[in-house]
């Protein structure tokens, strides 16, 4: 999705057509997060753009988890001389990715994980069903196993 975004900013960035000089970091950044999101969100196992394949450990994948660690590590925001709470949600889920993966791979013999599956998705959505069943209530009541269908 990002990939016109990070040429026209190399196209522009090489014909010196920026203002900043760092349009190449920039450029990387936004490949980083791109792939990134896209390694966090894969719902088949195997994609024309790799880093959307299942989590299956390998170099490419990898690489990623470690770049962006990396970055947040190394990345300290406006005067904060620690890092921000979604810093460390983001290297903890890179770890947590890379772990969970060794095990269900050693344990039962997992070839990759669709990481869409990961993520609370499902629950929102069976919240706002129940929601959408209270007529005008904003929140699930105590009684929502009774709205429920068996």
Not at 8 to 24: A, E, T, V, Y
Not at 78 to 91: A, H
């Amino acid at each position: 999705m990002y990939e016109l975004l990070i040429k026209l900013i190399s196209f522009l960035g090489q014909n010196g057509d920026l203002k900043c000089q760092n349009w190449r970091e920039t450029a990387k950044f936004i490949m980083l997060v791109d792939q990134w999101f896209d390694l966090f969100n894969s719902s088949v196992v195997s994609d024309t753009k790799q880093s959307k394949n299942g989590y299956s450990s390998s170099a490419e994948q990898l690489l990623v988890l470690s770049e962006m660690i990396t970055f947040m590590q190394s990345s300290l925001i406006s005067n904060n001389k620690k890092l921000l709470p979604f810093q460390k949600g983001v290297i903890i889920n890179c770890k947590s990715l890379q772990s969970l993966y060794k095990c269900l791979s050693e344990m039962y013999g997992v070839k990759y994980i669709l990481t869409k599956n990961l993520n609370q998705d499902v629950f929102e959505h069976f919240f706002g069903m129940i929601r959408q069943t209270g007529a005008g209530h904003c929140y699930p009541c105590s009684d929502f196993k009774n709205r429920q269908e068996p």
